[in-house]
């Protein structure tokens, strides 16, 4: 839980968007996450979508699940809407308040653990009935608030800060989102603004179900197996009175490289990671070629980020229902409750 709220005041020459707001109007409670934490870029990357796009705070509702992705949004978007549910199930939720209420804007905020284990089956169920909404995944490969287990999406042959090899084969959300249907998929890294603001800002105006898979660097994880100055190290060589956990600061990776390009981005722990950016002619209009694109350079190591696949005729969980235009917690209870008649209607178009 986050205690501390920035202040309400703010400089008088800040620069308003076309409804009024200022760019801290979209910000939220000040960050407990590790400093360095590329979940903090993320935040910072919703805030200024959201206010390039003129969106009004109260217009958006923000859900996640548990986790230290899952505590993002509130640090962000402080006068918008907000329901954290329990573990893996914040998909499920918002289903059942964007048929409540299709006026919002929905915000899915998840992470690998979230969404890649507990919640695998509700990622699914999401994604192929095009519930419309942008779902992001803070992707770390870790637990980072258990003490740093593998969660799902954890590359195999990578080593635990602890030096244990993941021996497993990795869930790709990416790969699973475009398989299951959804109408909007994409990848990106946190500490690559210049291409993360664009992708939210199109997902945000897509008319189905957005997808964006953010690679995340955890912080916490420069405390490696071998140094003298890790946690662990200390511990065995101190007689303490107490056990307590300092994360020392890091600085945010960021990154930033040609359409085409492959950058080498070293992360905190030490490990490299391979980003390569979409050239600038990819076509996002076929599906099939944007599987066996990522899956190809999937197997060279390398993660492709930008915008997968779109379906610029895409539609929503409502229109496959058949759902009215006005909201359901809207109407009243002679619409909801129409009578015997319309009942009888039903029955006998079903027999």
């Known amino acids: 839980m986050t205690y501390i709220s920035k202040p309400r005041m703010h400089h008088p020459s800040l620069v308003a968007n076309k409804v009024g707001y200022t760019r801290r109007a979209y910000e939220g409670k000040v960050s407990t996450l590790c400093a360095g934490c590329g979940h903090d870029s993320i935040s910072a990357a919703i805030v200024q979508a959201c206010w390039e796009l003129d969106i009004e705070p109260h217009r958006v509702a923000k859900l996640s699940g548990i986790g230290c992705s899952s ?3 509130d640090y962000f978007l402080g006068a918008s809407h907000g329901f954290n549910t329990v573990h893996g199930r914040m998909p ?7 048929l409540a209420n299709r006026d919002l804007l929905y915000l899915g905020i998840s992470g690998d653990g979230d969404s890649a284990s507990i919640g695998l089956g509700q990622f699914a169920h999401s994604m192929r009935r095009g ?26 042959g990578s080593k635990s800060k602890k030096g244990v090899v993941n021996r497993d084969t990795p869930v790709d959300l990416v790969g699973m989102a475009l398989q299951l249907g959804a109408s909007f998929v994409a990848r990106s890294f946190s500490g690559d603004k210049e291409q993360l603001v664009p992708l939210i800002k199109a997902a945000i105006g897509h008319g189905g179900a957005a997808f964006i898979d953010v690679v995340s660097p955890c912080v916490a994880f420069n405390n490696h197996v071998g140094s003298t100055k890790s946690y662990d190290y200390v511990r065995e060589h101190n007689q303490a009175v107490s056990r307590i956990d300092f994360i020392a600061p890091g600085s945010e990776i960021t990154a930033s490289f040609a359409p085409g390009s492959v950058v080498e981005v070293e992360q905190h722990d030490g490990r490299i990671l391979r980003l390569r950016k979409l050239q600038a002619d990819y076509d996002p209009t076929d599906r099939l070629a944007a599987m066996n694109h990522e899956n190809t350079h999937q197997a060279r190591g390398e993660v492709v980020t930008g915008l997968l696949y779109v379906d610029r005729d895409a539609t929503d969980l409502h229109a496959a229902l058949g759902t009215c235009d006005a909201p359901l917690n809207t109407l009243g209870r002679s619409s909801l409750c129409p009578g015997t008649e319309a009942l009888d209607r039903i029955n006998a178009s079903l027999r």
């Not at 992707?139 to 590359?155: E, I, M, P, R, W």
């Open 131 to 156: 519930v419309r909404m942008v779902y992001i995944v803070e992707n770390n490969g870790v637990y980072g608030l258990t003490k740093g287990q593998f969660s799902a999406t954890a590359d195999q």
């Open 71 to 73: 505590k993002t949004p």
């Open 92 to 98: 499920s939720v918002l289903t059942g308040a964007n």
